[in-house]
């Protein structure tokens, strides 16, 4: 959770415009093992870029995707709204 928490600070601060996370972070799972994260950049982004370079290198435990509206809408419409078996699972957006 506290990598959830640096990651919504710091993609306030860089200025991406949506966050959508799966993985089992977003299941019934006591304790998830994994965070999968896609993150919208519009024109405009960084807005700082000290920022930008910590989200690219990188939080514990969360798998980070920076990408343009076309990909974002790749991940979040397919691999993030379907399981291996390709039934429908559930993700959250986070509010920046």
Not at 12 to 40: H, K, Q, Y
Request: net charge negative.
């Amino acid at each position: 959770m506290e990598s959830l928490r640096w990651l919504v600070d710091l993609a306030r601060r860089a200025g991406v415009a949506r966050l959508v996370i799966n993985g089992s972070f977003t299941t019934e799972a006591f304790e998830p093992n994994d965070v999968d994260c896609v993150l919208l950049v519009e024109a405009g982004f960084p807005r700082d870029e000290a920022a930008e370079a910590e989200l690219v290198s990188g939080l514990p435990f969360l798998e980070i995707n920076l990408v343009s509206q076309a990909d974002f809408d790749v991940l979040v419409d397919t691999f993030f709204a379907t399981d291996r078996q390709l039934l429908a699972k559930g993700m959250v957006e986070v509010i920046l």
